[in-house]
């Protein structure tokens, strides 16, 4: 990931991007966030949300009473993140700056783990992978989404250039997956649906901690 004035993060705000930007990210962002909010029923689910950017999944999902919380490796989203959170009258208190690699809960601590785009930037997916698994229930739910082989804003970078708002299209890392590659991240758990989201550009797993 891109570190800026000494920040880690994506340097990208992805909720700035679907109400604001192109009309492709615009488009892009506004399925993303539909798949998330209908993905899994969050009724009485304590559920985190790891790389929760600037909020575009977190403030959504609360507002329509889900009990979760965000976290962040960048300090400058989630500062944008918790005057969101204000804006609509919510607590700062549910979202923190923390690695996805030592993510501060304890374990089983969540129903619900949400990792958004997250793996395809991280330098080790396989311990973002871990902790998610650490910190769900027993039987609990990981929903991760990943960009796929052929995702051509991943695979060309001057198509990223062209289509995303991004100031520096080589800024982070941004590796593309396969189903048998994402599955083999998570081994104490069984897959429980998988399938193609964002107009075939992306792959989604829910995978069920056994």
């Not at 609990?140 to 991943?154: A, R, W």
Request: proline share 4%; hydrophobic share 40%.
């Amino acid at each position: 990931m891109v570190i800026k004035n000494g920040n880690w993060g994506f340097d990208y705000d992805l909720d700035k991007a679907r109400l604001h930007g192109n009309i492709f990210e615009r488009i892009f962002h506004e399925n993303r966030l539909h798949f998330w909010l209908s993905a899994v029923d969050y009724s009485g689910k304590k559920v985190l949300d790891v790389g929760c950017n600037t909020g575009i999944l977190l403030i959504p999902l609360l507002e329509k009473g889900v009990d979760i919380k965000g976290v962040d490796i960048s300090k400058e989203d989630v500062s944008k993140a918790r005057k969101n959170l204000n804006k609509k009258d919510f607590s700062e208190k549910k979202v923190k700056v923390a690695d996805a690699e030592r993510l501060p809960f304890k374990e089983k601590s969540f129903d619900i783990v949400l990792l958004s785009d997250i793996l395809e930037h991280v330098k080790d997916p396989r311990k973002v992978a871990s902790e998610a698994v650490r910190v769900v229930k027993r039987k609990g739910i990981i929903l991760v989404t990943v960009p796929n082989e052929l995702h051509p804003v991943v695979k060309y970078p001057w198509v990223r250039k062209i289509l995303t708002g991004r100031k520096d299209v080589e800024e982070h890392l941004d590796v593309p997956f396969t189903f048998e590659k994402l599955i083999k991240l998570f081994p104490k758990t069984k897959i429980i649906k998988k399938g193609y989201i964002g107009f075939w550009s992306e792959i989604f797993g829910m995978f069920q901690k056994t």
